[in-house]
C-alpha cells in the first residue's frame, strides 16, 4: 500500500485522488461550499488545456446564477490602510448579514516576481469568519490574464452567495484600470497630508473614483485629515459631471475607531439604489462586459499570431525590416494579421 500523504487531502489544489466532476463543482459552488469553491477557482487559474476545459464549463454554469452582488473596487497606494480598512469594513458588512468576498489583484507579481500586496497574513479576523473569502491575487501571467481569472472568480464567488465582492489592488500602475473595469463601485483610499506631487500623480486615478476615503484620520492626524478632504473635494469639483449623475464624496475614516464606516456604507449603498434607478447600474456592467470581451479578443488574436509555428519565418523577416527601418510597426502588424488570416482560408 502507498505511504499516506496528506497531499492527497488538499483541497485548495486539484491533486486529489480524483478530479471532480463538472457536475461537482457546480453543485458545489451552487450550494455555497467555500471548500469547493476555492478549487474551481484554483481551476479558472491553471494553464493545463484539461482544466481550462472544465473550468470553462463550470464558469458558464455558474453565469446565469451570478451578478447579484456590489462589486466594489478598493484601491491606494502601498501603506494607505487597505488591508486594516478592508478587515474593519468587512466586519460592518458581515454585521449588516452581507457574505462578502475579498479578491486581490496584483499585476505586478509577474514583473517583480513577488507581490506587492505583501506576504504578510493579512485580515486575520476576516479569513475566520464563515461569511467571509478571501482569496489572494492568481500569480503570474498577464496582466489580462490575471484580470480574467479575478473577472471569473467574481462570477463564481456570487454564484456561491456572496453578495458582496471587493477588489483590492494596489494604487500603482496597471491595477487600477483594471479594476474599475470590473467593478460597480471604485473606492479610492487617500492618506491625510499626502504631498502636492502625489494628488498630481492620482488625478487620472480620481476621476475613476466614486468615492474617496481618507484613511486613519483619527487622534493626530485629524486635521491633517480635514484639509485633504477639502483639497479632494475641492478637485473633484473640477472635473466635468459624469452623465449617471453621480458625484465622488470624500469621507473620513479611520479603521481603527471605525469613523466614517457607516457613511461609506451608506455612500455604497445610495450609489447602487441611485445607478438603478437611473439604468447606469446594468449599462456600466454590460459595457464592462463588451470591453473585457474585445479586450481578450485582442489576446487571443495576438497569441495565436505569435504562437504560429508555420509563419515563424516569415515573422522573423518582417521583425528584421521593422528594426532596419524599411517598415513601420503598423504596416508590419497588418501584414501579420492579413498573413495569420491567409493561412486559415
Ligand atoms: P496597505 O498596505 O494599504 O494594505 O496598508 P495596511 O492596512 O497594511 O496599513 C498600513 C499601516 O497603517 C499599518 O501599520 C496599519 O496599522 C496602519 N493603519 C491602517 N489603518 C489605520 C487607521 O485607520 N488608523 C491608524 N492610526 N493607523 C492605521
Redesign the pocket.
Known amino acids: 500500500m502507498a505511504p499516506f500523504n496528506p497531499r492527497l487531502l488538499s483541497d485548495g489544489l486539484n491533486r486529489g485522488p480524483r478530479r471532480k466532476s463538472a457536475e461537482e463543482y457546480i453543485n458545489g459552488v451552487l450550494s455555497g461550499n467555500r471548500v469547493i469553491l476555492s478549487q474551481a477557482i484554483t481551476l479558472t487559474e491553471s494553464t493545463r488545456p484539461e482544466d481550462q476545459e472544465l473550468a470553462s464549463q463550470v464558469v458558464h454554469a455558474c453565469l446565469p446564477h451570478a451578478g447579484n452582488s456590489l462589486r466594489i473596487g478598493i484601491t491606494?497606494?502601498?501603506?494607505?490602510?487597505?488591508?486594516?480598512?478592508i478587515?474593519s469594513f468587512g466586519q460592518l458588512l458581515l454585521e449588516r448579514g452581507h457574505k462578502i468576498s475579498v479578491l486581490a489583484i496584483d499585476p505586478s507579481s509577474e514583473r517583480s516576481k513577488g507581490s506587492i500586496?505583501?506576504d504578510?497574513t493579512?485580515m486575520e479576523a476576516l479569513t475566520r469568519e464563515e461569511n467571509a473569502y478571501i482569496r489572494p491575487s492568481p500569480s503570474g501571467g498577464s496582466p489580462g490574464g490575471v484580470a480574467r481569472k479575478t473577472r471569473e472568480s467574481i462570477i463564481l464567488c456570487e454564484a456561491a452567495g456572496f453578495d458582496r465582492i471587493l477588489v483590492e489592488t494596489?494604487g500603482v500602475g496597471q491595477g487600477e484600470t483594471i479594476v474599475h473595469s470590473m467593478v460597480d463601485f471604485f473606492l479610492l483610499?487617500m492618506l491625510p497630508g499626502a504631498g502636492d506631487e502625489l494628488q498630481g500623480m492620482k488625478r487620472g486615478i480620481m476621476e475613476m473614483a466614486d468615492g474617496i476615503a481618507i484613511?486613519?484620520?483619527?487622534s493626530g492626524?485629524d486635521k491633517r485629515a480635514k484639509i485633504a478632504a477639502a483639497d479632494y473635494r475641492r478637485a473633484l469639483e473640477l472635473f466635468p459631471p459624469a452623465d449617471h449623475g453621480w458625484k465622488a464624496e470624500v469621507i473620513l475614516?479611520?479603521?481603527?475607531?471605525g469613523m466614517g464606516l457607516d457613511e461609506v456604507y451608506s455612500l455604497l449603498e445610495n450609489f447602487q439604489e441611485s445607478m438603478k434607478e437611473n439604468g447606469f447600474f446594468e449599462k456600466r456592467r454590460k459595457g464592462q462586459a463588451v470591453y473585457w470581451m474585445n479586450e481578450y479578443l485582442s489576446e487571443l488574436v495576438r497569441n495565436r499570431i505569435l504562437e504560429n509555428r508555420d509563419s515563424r519565418q516569415y515573422r522573423q523577416e518582417i521583425q528584421e525590416r521593422v528594426t532596419g527601418g524599411t517598415l513601420s510597426p503598423f504596416e508590419a502588424a497588418a501584414m501579420l494579421l492579413e498573413h495569420a488570416l491567409k493561412d486559415r482560408s
Open positions: 491606494g497606494i502601498p501603506g494607505v490602510g487597505k488591508s486594516t480598512f478587515e500586496l505583501g504578510k493579512r494596489v483610499l484613511t486613519k484620520s483619527d492626524n475614516t479611520s479603521a481603527v475607531t
